[in-house]
């Protein structure tokens, strides 16, 4: 659901043809934001684990009690997720790329991309956004506490506030790699590119995609661990 509607809000701004060409960068963060209220909505079963870097975070933070095991299962989960939204995606607007001649932009539905290429840099963008992700998600989570003294209201609006969160870290830190923000998210999607049989596709950009997994992973163990002196 995540990929299949984040992946679409970006096809719908960038394909050739498409009735939502030029959409901007603004209509991209709004549609990822409620990708992610989708998303969130119907995982309740795995309480939300979409993305692997929020399951770092919380598996450093002591908030994931399954264990390293059921962690694994979960980003595992969260690869084959991505992955069949990416095909999803490919799917629903198979027409317009096969009319897309640019191979960047065909790869920029899949993956994300840095705008000025510096792999250090991109990195530090990377983690920076995860880490304002995971850890306002940690700060989610202390909502109706009764020894922290913060209102109910922001907990009982579930997915909402997640979904606001994810549309204020594209706007705010988006522009310069595309915030992944989640390894699934790139990794996954960034397969299946490889794979699909897509006319004038190019290559998937193997060199670049350490980044926006290794990024979102050290940004949120990174608020995980802060979340323990930040967030008691």
Request: proline share 5%; net charge neutral; no cysteine.
């Amino acid at each position: 659901m995540l990929l299949l509607l984040g992946g679409g809000v970006v096809a719908t701004a960038i394909l050739v043809k498409s009735k939502g060409l030029g959409g901007g960068w603004l209509l991209i963060n709004f549609g990822w934001g409620l990708a992610v209220f989708a998303g969130v909505t119907v995982s309740y079963a795995s309480g939300a684990n979409l993305n692997p870097a929020v399951t770092v975070g919380l598996l450093v933070a002591g908030k994931f009690t399954q264990g390293f095991g059921v962690a694994l299962l979960y980003f595992i989960a969260q690869l084959l997720g991505a992955m069949i939204g990416a095909v999803l995606v490919w799917l629903a607007f198979k027409k317009h790329f096969d009319e897309e001649e640019n191979a960047g932009t065909i790869l920029g539905v899949f993956s994300t991309g840095p705008e000025i290429r510096s792999y250090a840099w991109n990195l530090v963008t990377e983690i920076i956004g995860t880490f304002v992700l995971v850890f306002v998600v940690l700060g989610f989570g202390h909502a109706g506490d009764a020894a922290t003294k913060t209102p109910a209201g922001l907990a009982a609006l579930g997915a909402l506030p997640v979904a606001l969160l994810v549309v204020g870290i594209g706007a705010s830190l988006g522009g310069p790699t595309g915030y992944a923000i989640n390894p699934a998210r790139d990794l996954g999607p960034r397969i299946i590119h490889a794979i699909l049989p897509i006319k004038n596709k190019g290559t998937s950009d193997w060199g670049y995609a350490w980044v926006p997994v290794v990024g979102p992973l050290v940004g949120g163990a990174l608020a995980g661990a802060l979340s323990l002196a930040l967030l008691p």
